[in-house]
Structure formats: C-alpha cells, structure tokens
C-alpha cells in the first residue's frame, strides 16, 4: 500500500509520500511516488501516486513522452493539467482494463497532482481511475490517497487554510507517522516537497529516512506527548456523588434510563447442559 | 457504518459501539449495536455488530433463542460461546447468502465478542462473515470494527494489558471522537460498558448521547490539547545553519543525495503551445 497526502494553503503546497510498495506480504519493495514536473520560473507541478503500480507507472511514463495535443508541459492552467493526468490514467485503462479484470485484477490507481502554472493560483486535485477528478476548495483543503484514514484525524483537528507551510510539513509528517505505526504496508523513506505560493520553482524537498532527525523527533516526542495529554485528562467519574461535580460519565437520573440490551435467558431446557464442566459453584444461584 | 472497540485489560473488559446506521446516504437511523447476555455469578458476555444490519440481526436473533445443542447460556467457556457466534453466522448464510448475492449484496458481517464464563479469564473475539473468529493475546489487546482506521492510532499510541478499565474508556471514547470527526457515517448514541475481571456481572454502563458531560468534555479537550500540543513542537529547520543544531531535516551532506525525481521537459515541439494564454512573460527564460 502507499499513504500520500497533500496540502493546499494559502501559502503553498505540502506533498509528502511513502515509498513503500507491495504485491502481496511476501512481495515488499521499494518505489518513489513523487514526481515533479517543473519549468523555473514559469510551472511546477508535482504528481503522486497511489494503487496499482504498473498502472501509475505506466501513467507517469505517457505524461513524460508526450505526442501532439495538450500535455503537462503546454497545459495553460492548472485543470488543462489534471485533465492531461485523467485523459493519461484512460489511455492506460483503454490499454490494460481488460487483460487485467481477467487476470481478476481491480484497475485501481489514485493520483494526488498540484502546482502552479503562471499567474493561476496553486491548485490541487485528486484523480481516480475512471480519469475524472475533484478539486481542493477552502473548506477542503487536504488530499489523501493511499491508506488515508489513519492519518486523517490530526489533519481533521490542527490544519486550515491559513496554516503555514511549515506547520503543513510537520502536520504532514506527524499524519505519516501515525499510519506507520499503525500499518505495516507503509514504509520510510519519504519524500516531502514545500511549493511557495507564485515561486514558480521547486521550494524545499527532503528524502526522510531513519536517520533524519527531525523526522525522528516528531515519532519520539509526538508519541510521548500524546500520551501526556491522555495522562492529564480526567478519568471518567461513574456516579455523581455530591462533592463531585465535573466529568460525570453516568448521571443518576440518566441511569434508569441508560440501561444496556439485555438478552434475558430463555427458560426452557436448551439453555442448560448437565455435562458443564465448567459451571461455576454458584450457578444454582439463578 | 459503524465504530465498534473492545479491549481485553487485565483489568477487564472494555466496550464501545456507536448507533449510526445506514442503507446509503439517504437512509440513515439508529440502531444500538451492544448486547448483553448475563446471568449473574455465572457468566457475562457481550456482543457488537458491524456489516449488514440485517445480517447481525438475524445472528442475534438466532443466538438468542436457541434451540438445543450449545448456545451461550450454557456453553462450558468463551470458546465455545465463540463457536455458538461463528456457527449462527454460517447459519443466516447458508439462508441468505446465495439471495443476497443474487442482489449483489455482499455478505459482509463482523462482531466482537467477549466476555466471562466462570473461573476461565475474560476472553476477546473477532468474528467474521465466514463464521471463523480470533482471540485477543496479550499483544494485541483490542479488537475494532467498522469503520476502524480514523480511531486506531491513538490506542496504539496509550493502551496496554496493564491499563486501567477508566483508561480504556477514556481512550476508547477519544478513538471514538476522532472517528465521530472524520466520518459522519459513524453517530451518536454512544453504549459504553466497561466489564471487571472476575465480577461475572456487567459492570458499569452508560448510553451516552449529546448531552453527556464527560464526552463532551473529552471533545473538547482532546482537541484543544492536540494542538497545542502540535503548536509546541517545532517547526522544521530546512537548512543546518551554524548555531542551529536540533530539528534539521535537511542536511547540507545530505541534501545533494536528496533530489526530488524530476521529469525532464522533453525538447520536441509538442511540449510548446503558440496559444499558450496564460503562459508567463519569463517564459523564455528556458
């Protein structure tokens, strides 16, 4: 599997992916799934992708080679872009849908692509594998590809569109280090590119692997930290007694009314065996 | 969907299930999840759902009246009650199944079981739609369904056999609360029951619905805290300046190996537009 994860902000854009790749358990490689296609000065783009190797692969190879018509490198904006990467992501489907579904094999690739082209505001779009695609707006501005779901409640909670860039990478890396920890199929090293509102070139990237200190910081202190905050919040308070006011968990007045399904025990028979060996004593009690 | 965790403490037993129901987005409900069956001094167990409604339905209604053979009234051990579960699941499909997969309907059901049935320790379990299950050990304290990913990392992160019964509420509901936030298909009421080893008799139980004050208090601080949290780390340094020691993510040694995977702009024409209308006035610089 693949986590991929991208932010648009006012002040730019933050991609960050894993490299790890795999068909099966037995089957673990390693693949980078961050390009970047850049004209100083006047275009850079960055495309990441997520599902079916081959697939993306064979997506990125047609948007590198193009023949006549729009491609990555004449698009005018932003959407002539994505759809270059949709119309790309169809060619490959036209190709290979078929000889795949009867191999069983799903046509599945997710692709995260952002940039700025000229005057055109920083625009960010997720792209399916039916080649359409959606694009981010203020009130959403993050996309994930990959296994998304691990890593979507810090983003959930601290980011906006007014977050800084560098507050986007650290978010970023700390949504990568919580899918990590918590699935095996995602794997350093990572790679994590800043792209500066209207700088037209490629702003600060880094390859992150064990050894990188920032990134080993935000595992060891982000772990501890969270666990401090747990720590430091107040366990429940089962019963309101009366010097307790705060934190009540079971009201008594709720009570009666809070009461769990219960599945009363048939009466017949059925419900008893002789032979149980493992009865307690007092089950005579009922 | 649906947001069901149990944790098997050495403690106890610890479980939380939401009530959010749906066939598509147009048609959502209530339904609690939670059953308990219990006869005091002899045995406690509880069951959670997640999948098709109908299906989980069916199983417990089928786990409810028995017939003869073993049902969980007088199964020997949690194994045993385990089994009742699994083979109520390959009962309903056996009935189902070819039907439901004639409307393309997946049969698609999970449960958590777990409980206490005389001297044996409280068992953990994971049922699926084959009817097969697994156990918790002590490696892997919990078990979740549902919509499971948004809320895993933080019991990662804080939760281990030797944790209280109150911090496994409390972490349960904060992985709750960040699911509640990320996915609307998971709501309120919440049913909360926490078991203590050895008591063989529910141990304390709320519904807790909007109003309740611990809950909205973990909302609120959880939340609160995270980003603070998140603000009181530091934001990367980018470059290794001289006086600048902790938090480089990028090294100068290193910065020449990490190099973002550029696609080189192909130098044939079809990479250039005459209509190209936004293209920058510096456009020639390259």
């Keep these: 599997m693949t986590y991929c994860v991208a932010l648009r902000l006012d002040a730019g854009l933050v991609f960050l992916s894993d490299s790890r790749t795999n068909a099966g358990v037995d089957h673990v490689g390693t693949a980078r799934k961050m390009s970047v296609y ?3 000065g006047e275009r850079v783009m960055v495309l990441m992708s997520a599902g079916n190797l081959s697939i993306a692969q064979s997506v990125r190879q047609l948007v590198s080679t193009p023949g006549a018509g729009p491609n990555l490198w004449n698009a005018r904006n932003m959407y002539e872009a994505a759809q270059v990467i949709g119309n790309a992501v169809r060619t ?5 849908g078929d000889t795949l579904e009867r191999f069983g094999i799903d046509f599945n690739v997710s692709l995260l692509f952002g940039g700025q082209i000229g005057r055109e505001p920083p ?3 997720q792209i399916y594998s039916a080649g359409n695609f959606i694009e981010s707006t203020n009130e959403n501005t993050y996309f994930q590809i990959g296994e998304a779901k691990y890593g979507k409640p810090i983003i959930d909670r601290v980011i906006n569109s007014h977050s800084s860039l560098d507050e986007g990478a650290k ?3 700390i949504s990568m280090d919580s899918t990590l920890r918590s699935n095996v199929s995602v794997g350093l090293p990572l790679d994590l590119l800043q792209y500066e509102t209207d ?3 490629t702003g600060h990237f880094v ?3 064990e050894s990188n200190e920032y990134f080993n910081m935000i595992r060891r202190s982000w772990g501890k930290q969270l666990k401090r905050v747990f720590e430091g919040i107040e366990n429940p308070v089962w019963f309101d007694a009366e010097n307790i006011e705060p934190n009540v968990l079971s009201l008594a007045e709720a009570r009666n009314q809070s009461q769990p ?4 025990r048939p009466t017949d028979q059925a419900t008893t065996r002789q032979d149980a060996a493992s009865a307690p004593d007092d089950s005579q009690a009922n």
Aim: glycine share 0%.
């Design 123 to 125: 625009r960010l779009f």
């Design 207 to 209: 390859t992150i692997d």
């Design 199 to 201: 700088a037209l070139r």
């Design 261 to 264: 399904l219960r599945v009363v």
């Design 38 to 40: 850049e004209v100083p």
């Design 92 to 96: 490959v489907h036209a190709r290979e």
């Design 171 to 173: 978010c970023a890396l």
